[in-house]
């Protein structure tokens, strides 16, 4: 069993950035790819990136590609998503989830575990 506990959304201006953090529990994190999904208010849920297990492989949507990053500190259980150059379209709950697996995946289906999610609100 994993839990998730993401932190670190807000309010911020169009062209500002973000760091959000999700901590995980369980002992075998480094063997489990990560990956960040958000969900707009009556959109549908939408890959943002995930990151393998060691984190030497990562993916991104081609919406935040370049202006997201993903990341991860095994020693600490923990995977971020630092968010730059902020859109109001980035406003949504972005959720951390994990897989039973060390390689990444663009899949919501493919993931066993979802944190409780984060607001980010991108105001114009």
């Known amino acids: 069993q994993v839990q998730l506990v993401e932190s670190g959304g807000g309010l911020v201006q169009t062209g500002g950035s973000l760091r959000l953090s999700c901590a995980a529990s369980?002992?075998?994190?480094?063997?489990?790819?990560m990956g960040w999904f958000r969900q707009a208010l009556g959109k549908e849920r939408e890959f943002v990136a995930s990151?393998?297990?060691?984190?030497?492989?990562?993916k991104y949507a081609d919406s935040v590609k370049g202006r997201f990053t993903i990341s991860r500190d095994n020693g600490k259980n923990t995977v971020y998503l630092q968010m730059n150059s902020l859109k109001p379209e980035d406003t949504a709950v972005y959720y951390c989830?994990?897989?039973?697996?060390?390689?990444?995946?663009?899949?919501?289906?493919?993931?066993?575990?979802w944190g409780q999610g984060t607001q980010v609100t991108v105001s114009s």
């Open positions: 990151i393998s297990g060691s984190g030497g492989s990562t």
């Open positions: 989830a994990a897989r039973g697996a060390p390689w990444i995946s663009n899949l919501g289906n493919e993931y066993d575990y």
């Open positions: 369980g002992r075998t994190f480094s063997r489990t790819a």
